[in-house]
């Protein structure tokens, strides 16, 4: 017998994805409504997107609400619960931030001091700040009336006179909802969770939480992680996944959009082009290169242009680039002895066929890619633990439905040699644009 529907909220970097699942995490609806936050964005407006989401998901039968959210975030409030300012993504506060590593460089999370620099700019030109979240936080405590947060998303374990809020494991119960979810179209009562980072709950939701599996994220950014025991101390710590479980990996800045940007230069199908773009290479750096190393001077390009040469074949060594770049940091951190018996693609770009055909064929490795919004999904299992009605580990094995994508041997061999010239070209472009900064 159903006993109601789980409901997952994803707050993304373009929009706010809601949808509704039964008591085994099997997607049932799901709704989008857009909203780009890139820039200042005033956070009001993810409520309003957040509201409006689960409005049209019709969740008059839910029984447990998760949320999750992007990093980079944050939502400034004052002595009421009143937002301060805007939530904003650009350098302003770099001065800040360096301090505010140095200080508590051995104390804080890298998500934490992001979050303590941006309170030290607005103080510094505006006003004081009593608390400060994320837009996950901030979803979570318009629902129910508190404030709290998980590690992953800066919420940390213990006081010190900060505006940081308490951090609780994801899964635990934050509250339940309140007079305001009327608006959202909820009853009162519900219990909502306290959420995640959208890549833990994407990681989760896809069914990818176990040693071994290496959850890749083809969305604003694309990213490689490993999903491990123990990370070795040249590493650095993505955030933990449930207890013994930690992550760790490389991103590759911009290349989830890497394809959406180069189609309003080019026109054309990459599937029209073959296996190695007819010779085209593709640095997807379009936000400069921080895995396997720091290198935010480079830049992106296309090379080996001919005359004969289309958009099919520039697109698709947009695809092609992307899935080296992902091919490189899991090289890398294979060095490190961290390597994957299982793949899974997550994100909108994972859900282009041939972008994770590229990808299994690249990596030489099956690719999994779940049929449901992975975020949502990871959001509303943690729902269902915080109610009660879900164990821990039952919902960290329960897989999604998935498609999978098997590489071709013949295709393989194709982009083991087209691996090889994007290496070196990438080395030579990096000589080309300085030293490191």
Known sequence: TAIGTLIGLDIGSSAVKAAAFDERGGQLRAIRIE??????????????????????????????????????TNVLLGDRGGVLGPSWDDGRAREHLRAVRAEFRDSLSPQSVGLLAKVRWWEEHNSRVTTVCTAKDYVTFRLTGVLVSDPASG??????????????????????????????????????????????????????????????????????????????????????LTPGLT????????????????????TGDP????????????????????????????????YGLEARHSGADLLRAVSEGVAFA???????????GLTASHTVATG????????????????????????????????????AIAAGTMPLETARCLGPASMRYSPDPGVVAIYDAAFVRWLALQAATDTLQGSPE
């Open 155 to 240: 919420g940390i374990e213990s006081e010190f006179g900060s505006p940081l809020v308490r951090a609780r494991p994801p899964w635990a119960l934050a509250g339940e909802t309140g007079a305001a979810s009327f608006e959202a179209g909820l009853r009162a009562g519900i219990p909502v969770a306290v959420g995640w980072h959208d890549g833990a709950a994407a990681t989760f939701g896809a069914g990818a939480a176990q040693a071994g599996s290496a959850p890749i994220t083809l969305g604003t950014h694309a990213v490689y992680r490993v999903v491990t025991t123990a990370i070795p101390p040249t590493l650095r710590k993505y955030w933990d």
């Open 326 to 336: 992902l091919r490189q940091v899991r090289d890398w951190l294979g060095k490190e």
């Open 271 to 302: 599937t029209d082009s073959v296996p190695g773009a007819n010779g085209v290479l593709f640095l997807p750096q379009l936000g400069g290169r921080i895995a396997p190393d720091v290198r935010f001077d480079v830049r992106a390009g296309w």
């Open 35 to 72: 909203c780009p936050s890139a820039g200042e964005f005033d956070p009001e407006r993810w409520w309003v997107a957040a509201r409006e989401a689960l409005r049209g998901l019709d969740a008059t039968d839910a029984v447990a609400v998760g949320v999750c959210g992007r990093g980079g």
């Open 247 to 266: 992550v760790t990996g490389g991103d590759i800045l911009a290349g989830g959009r890497a394809h959406e940007w180069a189609r309003t230069l080019v």
């Open 348 to 383: 909108g770009g994972a859900r282009n066929a041939l972008q994770a055909q590229i990808l299994a064929d690249v990596l030489g490795a099956e690719v999994e890619v779940a049929d449901c919004e992975e975020g949502c999904r990871g959001a509303a299992l943690l729902g």
